[in-house]
């Protein structure tokens, strides 16, 4: 009898793809992780590409990309730009290596791939991406505003009236703001994004946002409406963050160029300056913190189309550029993304209704209404209600120091014109709300319709979900995206009400869930330019990011801002893409560098520790002590990567160091316990890697006798939640991470929700008295434990981008299906269990070009192991009575397991 048939609980079932011949075609192409990017500023532009194959294990071995300016020339296999060699890799992504890429440029690519029995795929579809100024000095418009003081409420309208004669080829809109925009042709506003451009620090970088307006403009009398609102340029109301006096504050300003391509070759560019008109728009308020005001009775029909008469109206003014740094935005943009109905409206007094949306969210509602002139309406945005029932801000208007009534907190103010049905909905601001109280001063008929609401984020394509047995796991599942995309505004924020605030702790914490679920890379590369914009010259990073100044002396140490080396890192793995680490890389030198200036010993308690507590402190210098060497740590591999050797030797002697002047002090190496032994020592312990290998296994047992003691619940703050369920799941138990993971009674997550949560909370009681915002992603690692633990989807360091997949599934006791998706760099990832009886039934997918090492355990044999040995597709490593370690390649698989 051999080995296998001896030990082998797991039977391979069957590999589900058809053997046979390869049809495989290069899909989902896409250039600097958008599909087809207008207006982007890269040099070097990166590609990315899939492949899709009948074929079991496909591997591309090399590839071969065409740039062309000329699509046919391009689809038809020949590029007057950049005809690549034939790339000897089996990676993605690509970078353009052709010759210095053209401003305003409409670039036709595709791309093939090499198997590696050197068989070539068919060239892919053609796409395209199209460069934008490339270089700031190709603007021709001037910077104008209308000059009003910044304390002045109204918005301002801006407008051009111009004359095209020729037949328009191609037209495209470039336009910088300080501030928000909305931007018009012709009476038609451009585009579905909302709050462009997104939030930079405004004195350092600027973003400009291109618009393929082509169709939007006609021969003879065109007109361009720009309407500008403040966004974070001029904050208005006034809180603890002192956002009204940043050091950048003005009216908002703005520069545009109109580029137009006649059809006979010829160009003409309309660009802004004192040519422009101005005047005050109906927007009265406008505050991307509070609410904004509309004054319905100060429309001006027709103000942004031809043949209206700027009556009243007067002259632009040129005005400087908020900074010299004038980028393109490349990123998936804020959107309305989900229309939501309300689920109910009560009328509570004679003039006051209440809605109720079912769910919590980040948005804006939309009314629908008709009423006497002069009505006024106001519309409070709440989470929540008060013992009456009655509509409560008093959870997130904490921070907030109005110095008079003109602008509460949440509540947009509507005046009606009286014609008809009206309708509103702000355009600057966004808030955090469930609950609407409509309140008028004059009667109103309204009906559940009359209010509808948008839930509104960066519009991140879902790249990954998570279905089980479980309901509480999967509302909890959804309660963590619902709160994840709440918090995604072109920057990751706190909470979507109180703060709106870049917070890097919650941040950091978050990105696993964030990059499981959703495909963020081009966000988090721009808020990872925020940080570089952010950071002193001595190495030092604010708490918030991008700030006023606020947070550069006040829980910014790196508990929260290892933002600059953790979120890097986790980009890298989970796309294989080192670029981001590249352009971080003397950022968090200078980071790590600093610490190390102020702290020799290797500890620090620089940092806010384990934030919100259940209850158990941790001391701060130990959890502060343990990021400073997680900074270090991925410092030194980064080294590694980039090939800086002298600079490797260095940070990873600095990590040894911070590890053990650590262990030194907080480790007692005769019990195994860390401090007093409490949940957040052991698993942060664990979970960064600070326990010498010779005692993880006692540490790791001291951490599930405390987690037993505790009661099987946790007893973590922010940091913590972090480490808690990885370190069981990691270490050994992986049941008890689940009986923790799963519990319904307080303290968990499971309480929440089956309290009726829809998002995740800042604080764990239900009563709590303080940091009591109802969505929160900080306490959201849970989600990516789900696609971790229980998928066992694991990003491979050495192999990153899901180039190779480890997978380690845990079929735990209590839950009878579980199954994650990832959508990777590669391909769709399916890792997806059912217990039927005694026998798991096991199915996994490993996409093209990507291989899986996968980890079973099987505790009793059964039956023997009869076809795993024989299938080609599958490896084995390693088999024994606990389990088998495989190498899959490409492929669809099936076990069973006993
Ligand atoms: C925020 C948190 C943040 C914390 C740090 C709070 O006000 O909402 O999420 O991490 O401050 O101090």
């Known amino acids: 009898m051999n080995r296998i048939d001896l030990f082998l609980p797991i039977i391979f079932l069957m590999v589900l793809s058809h053997p046979g011949f390869s049809q495989s075609t290069v899909t989902k192409l ?11 500023d890269e040099s070097h532009p990166r590609f990315t590409w899939q492949t899709v194959s009948e074929e079991p294990g496909l591997m591309q071995q090399a590839y071969q990309i065409i740039v062309g300016t000329d699509e046919l020339d391009v689809s038809s296999g020949s590029g007057n730009v950049w005809e690549s060699e034939t790339i000897k890799s089996g990676t993605i992504p690509a970078v353009y290596q052709g010759p210095e890429l053209n401003p305003f440029t409409r670039y036709y690519w595709c791309v093939r791939i090499q198997d590696e029995s050197a068989n070539w795929t068919d060239w892919s579809e053609v796409v395209w ?14 910077w104008i505003s209308d000059t009003h003081d910044y304390k002045l409420k109204p918005a301002p309208y801006f407008r051009k009236a111009f004359n095209t004669k020729k037949q328009i080829l191609s037209a495209r809109v470039y336009i910088s703001v300080a501030g928000l925009y909305e931007l018009s042709i012709n009476g038609e506003r451009i585009g579905d994004h909302r709050l462009d451009p997104t939030y930079t620090r405004f004195d350092r970088r600027n973003l400009y946002v291109t618009h393929d307006v082509t169709t939007n403009l006609r021969q003879g009398e065109n007109v361009l409406g720009v309407l500008l609102g403040n966004g974070w340029y001029n904050h208005q109301s006034t809180a603890v963050w002192y956002f009204d006096q940043a050091p950048w504050r003005a009216r908002p300003k703005f520069c545009m160029d109109l580029r137009i391509t006649y059809a006979d070759g010829s160009e003409e560019t309309v660009s802004t ?9 109906p927007v009265i308020f406008n505050s991307i913190y509070t609410a904004e005001h509309y004054d319905a009775r100060l429309e001006q029909a027709g103000w942004d189309s031809p043949g209206f008469k700027p009556e009243g109206w007067r002259n632009a003014m040129p005005t400087n550029a908020p900074s010299q740094n004038i980028t393109a935005q490349v990123l998936h943009p804020i959107r309305h993304v989900t229309e939501i109905p309300a689920v109910s409206m009560t009328r509570q007094g004679e003039k006051t209704w209440l809605f109720d949306f079912g769910r919590n969210m980040a948005g804006v509602t939309r009314i629908n209404v008709s009423g006497a002139e002069g009505t006024t309406i106001r519309l409070k945005h709440t989470e929540r209600l008060d013992e009456n029932g009655k509509a409560d801000l008093s959870n997130i208007d904490v921070h907030y120091r109005p110095t008079d009534d003109s602008d509460p907190f949440q509540t947009d103010i509507f005046i009606l014109r009286g014609e008809g049905e009206e309708r509103f909905m702000p355009r600057f601001n966004y808030k955090g709300f469930q609950y609407v109280e409509v309140s008028s001063d004059q009667p109103l008929e309204l009906t559940k319709e009359s209010l509808t609401a948008y839930f509104m984020h960066s519009d991140v394509p879902p790249s990954g979900n998570v279905r089980s047995s479980n309901t509480t796991l999967n509302r909890a599942w959804e309660a963590a995206n619902a709160s994840y995309l709440s918090n995604l505004f072109g920057y990751p924020t706190d909470c979507p009400q109180r703060e709106k605030n870049g ?21 988090y590369e721009k808020w990872l330019a925020d940080h570089r914009d952010e950071q002193q010259p001595n190495g030092v990073l604010p708490a918030i990011i991008p700030t ?12 929260w801002t290892s933002t600059i080396a953790i979120i890097p890192w986790n980009i890298y793995l989970f796309y294989g893409d080192s670029r981001l680490l590249e352009r971080c890389y003397d950022n968090i030198k200078r980071y790590v560098d600093h610490i190390d200036e102020l702290y020799p010993s290797g500890i620090t308690d620089w940092g806010l520790g384990d934030w919100v507590p259940v209850k158990s402190k941790t001391p701060k210098e130990f959890t502060s002590s343990a990021y400073y060497y997680v900074d270090a740590l991925i410092l030194s591999k980064t080294a590694s990567i980039l090939g800086k050797e002298a600079d490797f030797k260095h940070y990873t002697a600095l990590a040894e160091k911070i590890k053990k002047t650590v262990n030194e002090k907080y480790l007692n190496r005769e019990t195994g316990l860390y401090g007093s032994g409490l949940q957040t020592e052991l698993s942060v312990a664990l979970y960064w890697g600070l326990v010498p290998q010779e005692l993880q296994a006692k540490v790791a047992e001291n951490l599930a006798k405390r987690v037993e003691a505790d009661d099987k619940h946790i007893d973590v703050g922010l940091l913590g939640t972090k ?9 050994g138990y992986p049941e008890l991470a689940w009986e923790v993971a799963s519990q319904e009674t307080f303290p968990s997550w499971g309480w929440w929700i089956v309290n009726g949560a829809t998002t995740f909370y800042e604080n764990w009681p239900l009563d709590a008295k303080s940091d009591i915002s109802m969505n929160h992603i900080m306490f959201g690692e849970i989600s990516a434990w789900y696609y971790k633990a229980l998928g066992g989807i694991f990003p491979d360091e050495e192999q990153p981008g899901f180039k190779n997949i480890l997978l380690n599934p845990n079929f735990v006791n209590g839950l009878d299906q579980f199954e994650a998706t990832h959508e990777s760099p590669y391909g769709t990832i399916v890792s997806s269990w059912k217990r039927k009886g005694r026998t798991v039934d096991y199915q996994v997918s490993v996409p093209a070009n990507s291989t899986a090492r996968l980890r079973l355990r099987g505790t009793k044999i059964e039956e023997k192991g009869k076809n795993l040995s024989k299938n080609t597709n599958l490896k084995i490593l390693e088999l024994d009575q606990e389990q088998a370690i495989l190498e899959l390649k490409a492929g669809d698989y099936r076990f069973l397991i006993r």
């Open 30 to 40: 896409q250039c600097e992780y958008l599909e087809n990017p207008l207006g982007i």
């Open 129 to 142: 991406f199209e460069t934008g100024l490339m270089d700031q000095h190709n603007w021709k418009g001037h």
């Open 273 to 281: 300056g004192s040519d422009w008109q101005t005047a005050l728009s």
């Open 503 to 523: 917070w890097t702790g919650d941040a950091h914490i978050a990105i696993e869930t964030g990059l499981y679920n959703f495909d963020g890379i081009t966000i």
């Open 548 to 559: 006023d100044g606020w947070g550069y002396t006040w829980a910014n140490g790196p508990d």
């Open 723 to 731: 480490a808690i369920l990885n370190a069981l799941s990691e270490n």
